[in-house]
C-alpha cells in the first residue's frame, strides 16, 4: 500500500523547498535574451527542427526552451508533478480572459473549441470526453459514477498517485468496497499474469495507471483493458503521467475510463484535465456532480431530471473559459513539436542521466529498462547515508538549481527526475555533475 507519510512528506519537501529558494536568493526574473513573441511560437518550432534536426544534442531543444518563461538557471526536471506552459498558452489565457471581461460573459459555448481538439489529440468522441480540473477530479467521478455495491473489490497496483488511489479508498469506506492491490511485474506479460491471479469472483474494476508516477514504468493497458472486457470488468486508467509525452489513443486502448490532466506533460494551464467515459459506458456510469449544463431533460415543477448521456453531464456551471482555451493552446502546441519526437528526446535525456550515474554503485535504477517499459521518467534511488530522498531533493534545488522530486510512494524513497522538450542534454549533464558531486563530498 502506499506509505502512509508521503501526503505529509510532500507537503513537507514543497514547502522546504520554497525555503531553499528563497535562502539561495533565488527569485524569478526576465530573461537577459527575452523570448520570441508568442505569435512566432509556430516558426521557431518549425525552423528550429529544420535547422538543427531532432537529436537531443543539437540547437533544437534550447531553442524550444525559450518558448517558456522559466528562469534561465533552473533545470526544471518535474513535468510528471507540474508542467510549465510555453509563453502562448499563458498569453491565449490572458488575451482570452480579457475578451472575456470585456463583455463580462462566460464564453460557455467556446469549451467545445478545446473539446474538439483534444478528442483528436485522444481519438475519441465529443460525448465521451469531459473538461475536468485535474486528473483526481476524473478519478472521483468515475468512481463514484459506476454502479458498485458492498462487498465488490477494486484491484489497484501498489504504485497509483494519491489522487489515482484516494477515491477508491474513500468509497470504499463510504460503500463497504474493497480495495486490493499487486505489485506491477518486470514485464508486460508478468503484470497481466498478476492481474490475473488476484482477480476474485467479487472484483469489480481494476484501476491502474498508464505510466506509473513512481518509476514511470508504462503498463500494457490494451491487453489489460481486453483482459477486463473478457472477465465483465470495468478498466479504469490514470493517464497522468501518460498524455503529452507518449501518444494516447483511447479507442486503440480499449479501456472503459481514462482520466488525466492537462497542466502536467502537456503542458497546459494549472487546473485543467480530462475523463474520458467510453460510449458504451454512458448508460452505465451515472454523474454524480450535476447542475446547469448537465440535464437531458429538467423540468423542477414537474420534478423531473435526466442527466446527459454524455461525459460532459459533469461539466456543471459558469466555467472557467479562457483556461480552456489556454488547454487548447497547450494541445496546439504539443502536437507542433510532435509527441513522438518529445518522447524519444525524453527517453534519450533518462537514458543519458542513467548511463552517467551507472558507474556509482551506490545508486540504484528503479525505472524499468525493458523496451516499452519506461517513458521518459527516471527514478533513482541515492544513498540515505548521505540524505534521505526529500534532503536530496532540496539540495539539488538550493545548491544546483536543479528540480527533482522525491518518491515516497510505496516506501521506494527514489528521486524522481521526469524530463521533457524544454530539457536539454546540458541539464542532464548538470545533474548527473551535481549527484557525483554530492556523493563524493
Not at 99 to 115: F, K, M, P, W, Y
Not at 282 to 287: D, G, V, Y
Not at 314 to 342: C, H, Q, W
Request: glycine share 8%.
Amino acid at each position: 500500500m502506499t506509505n502512509p507519510g508521503a501526503d505529509c512528506d510532500r507537503r513537507q519537501f514543497i514547502a522546504a523547498s520554497a525555503g531553499a529558494l528563497a535562502a539561495a536568493g533565488f527569485v524569478p526574473r526576465v530573461k537577459a535574451d527575452e523570448p520570441p513573441a508568442s505569435s512566432d511560437w509556430r516558426s521557431v518550432v518549425t525552423d528550429a527542427f529544420a535547422r538543427h534536426g531532432e537529436a537531443a544534442d543539437s540547437e533544437a531543444w534550447p531553442a524550444l526552451r525559450r518558448l517558456f518563461p522559466l528562469d534561465d538557471n533552473l533545470a526544471y526536471f518535474n513535468s510528471a508533478g507540474l508542467g510549465p506552459s510555453p509563453q502562448h498558452v499563458l498569453d491565449t489565457v490572458r488575451a482570452e480572459m480579457a475578451a472575456l471581461e470585456n463583455i463580462s460573459e462566460s464564453g460557455h459555448q467556446r469549451v467545445d473549441e478545446t473539446r474538439r481538439e483534444a478528442c483528436a489529440l485522444l481519438n475519441c468522441e465529443e460525448d465521451e470526453l469531459a473538461i475536468t480540473r485535474s486528473t483526481t477530479e476524473g478519478m472521483n467521478a468515475i468512481a463514484r459514477g459506476l454502479p458498485l455495491q458492498a462487498g465488490d473489490e477494486i484491484l489497484l497496483t501498489t504504485h497509483e498517485h494519491p489522487g489515482g488511489a484516494m477515491p477508491w479508498l474513500a468509497l470504499a469506506r463510504d460503500a463497504g468496497l474493497v480495495v486490493r492491490t499487486f505489485e506491477p511485474g518486470d514485464s508486460p506479460d508478468e503484470t497481466l499474469e498478476l492481474i490475473e491471479r488476484n482477480l476474485t469472483p467479487r472484483t469489480r474494476v481494476v484501476s491502474v495507471s498508464h505510466v506509473t508516477c513512481t518509476t514511470g514504468y508504462v503498463l500494457p493497458i490494451r491487453r489489460i483493458a481486453g483482459l477486463c472486457r473478457d472477465r465483465g470488468l470495468f478498466s479504469v486508467i490514470d493517464g497522468a503521467q501518460a498524455l503529452g509525452i507518449i501518444p494516447v489513443d483511447l479507442h486503440h486502448l480499449g479501456c472503459d475510463f481514462y482520466a488525466t490532466s492537462g497542466h502536467k506533460w502537456l503542458l497546459g494551464p494549472k487546473g485543467t484535465g480530462f475523463m474520458y467515459v467510453r460510449r458504451g459506458m454512458l448508460r452505465t456510469w451515472r454523474p454524480t456532480w450535476v447542475g446547469a449544463y448537465s440535464d437531458e431533460d429538467y423540468d423542477l415543477d414537474a420534478g423531473v431530471f435526466e442527466s446527459l448521456p454524455e461525459a460532459r453531464a459533469i461539466e456543471y456551471g459558469t466555467r472557467n473559459t479562457a483556461m480552456i482555451l489556454g488547454l487548447g493552446a497547450a494541445i496546439d502546441f504539443v502536437n507542433a513539436v510532435g509527441i513522438d519526437r518529445s518522447a524519444a528526446h525524453g527517453r534519450a535525456l533518462a537514458r543519458r542521466i542513467a548511463e552517467g550515474l551507472r558507474g556509482r554503485p551506490e545508486v540504484q535504477v528503479l525505472t524499468p529498462d525493458a523496451d516499452g517499459c519506461a517513458a521518459s521518467i527516471l527514478t533513482l534511488r541515492l544513498p540515505a547515508d548521505h540524505m534521505d530522498p526529500w534532503q536530496w531533493c532540496n539540495t539539488l534545488k538550493r545548491d544546483f538549481r536543479i528540480r527533482v522530486r522525491p518518491v515516497g510512494e510505496h516506501g521506494l524513497n527514489g528521486v524522481r527526475v521526469a524530463a521533457h522538450l524544454f530539457n536539454t542534454v546540458e541539464e542532464a549533464d548538470r545533474l548527473i555533475s551535481a549527484v557525483q558531486q554530492l556523493l563524493n563530498s
